[in-house]
C-alpha cells in the first residue's frame, strides 16, 4: 500500500497545496513532499527560505517561555531574519541539526520582558551565548570592568 505524501513541506512547513508540491519516491519514508522552493533548494544545496527557520525559531521560543512561565506573543512573522549578525558581523548559517557559532538564534532584548513584540532580535548562537541573561547595565558594568583589567595588564 502507498504511503499518502505530508500535509506540509518537509523542510520548511509549508502547508501542502497541489501546484506548489513535489514528491520524493527515494525519501526514507517513502514519500516526502516538498514546495517547489525546497525542490529547487534541495537540488542547489541549500535553504529554500527563511520562513521556516523563522517557524522553528518562534516554536522553541514559545517551548521556552512556556517552561520558564516568561510572556510569549510573536509569530513567524515578527521576527527579522537578516543575512549577518547585527552584533559580531558574521554572517548567519543555518546548521544541519547542531548548533555553532554562526546559527541564527531568538535572543530577548530584555530578558524581563520576555517574547514580546519588538523586544526579540535574531542574532548569532555566539552572540547570544555571551550575552546571556544579562541586563543592559549588567553588560555596561562588564564591559567597562574588563575594559579596566586590560588597560592595567597593558600598563604593567
Not at 66 to 74: L, Y
Not at 77 to 88: A, L, S, W
Not at 116 to 128: M, P, Q, T
Request: hydrophobic content about 30%.
Amino acid at each position: 500500500m502507498a504511503r499518502r505524501p505530508r500535509k506540509w513541506c518537509a523542510r520548511c512547513g509549508r502547508k501542502r497545496t497541489h501546484d506548489h508540491f513535489w514528491r520524493n519516491r527515494t525519501a526514507r519514508d517513502g514519500y516526502q513532499s516538498y514546495c517547489k522552493d525546497c525542490q529547487s533548494a534541495l537540488k542547489k544545496g541549500r535553504r529554500c527560505s527563511d520562513y521556516g527557520m523563522r517557524q522553528r525559531l518562534c516554536y522553541a521560543a514559545s517551548q521556552r517561555a512556556k517552561k520558564s512561565g516568561i510572556p510569549f506573543d510573536i509569530v513567524p512573522d515578527d521576527i527579522d531574519i537578516t543575512e549577518r549578525c547585527p552584533v559580531f558581523d558574521i554572517s548567519l548559517k543555518q546548521g544541519d541539526g547542531k548548533c555553532h557559532d554562526a546559527s541564527p538564534t531568538l535572543d530577548r532584548i530584555d530578558p524581563e520582558l520576555g517574547y514580546v513584540k519588538g523586544n526579540v532580535a535574531v542574532i548569532s548562537y555566539s552572540a547570544n551565548r555571551a550575552k546571556g541573561s544579562l541586563a543592559l547595565h549588567q553588560i555596561q558594568s562588564l564591559a567597562l570592568w574588563l575594559a579596566r583589567r586590560t588597560k592595567e595588564i597593558h600598563d604593567a
